[in-house]
């Protein structure tokens, strides 16, 4: 709490110290709460105001990539000494981006196991769950898996991603989805409840081959 009081350059210089965190001087976090174990923020990366993210074994993000303004963002992370996913010896709390990956805002990620939003890729719109964990009926106990987000894809507005999902490079998801599967095939808009392959997306679409993350 007492980081809040300084600027953010000496804020950055105590988590470092502190923590043991890895952000870099042209990486910014605003007036958001952010405490995992371990944090690496490449150059250019940001965390705007108002998002939380506590309980997770590791954030990382590359260089540039964004977590946009009141986002939630938690899981339960490993070595504690609660009986959930005992069961999962190999399972990680994790949140990664790659290059220019962006979350935009007032989404809700579950990183019980781990998350990865690959490069030049966006969480885009509002209200997206990504949820890695759930009950398994069948064992009655607390099961999860990750979630895996390739690059240069679009995730539309109001998403439920569930663990184990994956959406392949080159890809979107409609708006409204359920992804609840992997899918492979890339160059491909996915959609529905539950989603399925809707229809090629073109490879001259500019989306996919630009170099810039952020989208004028």
């Known amino acids: 709490m007492i980081t809040y009081l300084f600027p953010w350059f000496i804020r950055r210089f105590l988590l470092n110290l502190f923590f043991g965190y890895k952000i870099h001087r042209q990486a910014k976090i605003g007036l958001a709460w952010i405490f995992p174990k371990n944090l690496s923020m490449g150059p250019g990366a940001k965390i705007d105001h108002f998002t939380v993210a506590i309980h997770l074994d590791s954030i990382i993000m590359s260089a540039d990539a964004t977590i946009g303004r009141g986002n939630w963002i938690t899981g339960m992370s490993t070595g504690t000494n609660l009986p959930h996913f005992k069961h999962q010896a190999d399972r990680k709390a994790e949140l990664s981006l790659g290059e220019s990956a962006s979350i935009t805002k007032n989404h809700h990620l579950d990183c019980t196991n781990s998350i990865h939003i690959g490069r030049f890729s966006t969480i885009a719109g509002y209200n ?11 064992e009655n106990r607390q099961d999860s898996a990750p979630i895996f987000i390739g690059d240069y894809t679009f995730v539309g507005t109001n998403v439920v991603i569930l ?11 409609a708006a409204k989805s359920l992804l609840n599967k992997e899918f492979t095939k890339e160059w491909m808009l996915y959609g529905g409840v539950a989603a399925k392959e809707l229809k090629e997306v073109p490879k001259t679409a500019k989306y996919f081959t630009r170099t810039d993350g952020f989208v004028y």
């Open 163 to 173: 663990g184990g999902a994956r959406l392949p490079g080159h890809s979107i998801l």
């Open 128 to 138: 997206s769950q990504l949820l890695t964990h759930s009950i398994n009926v069948n």
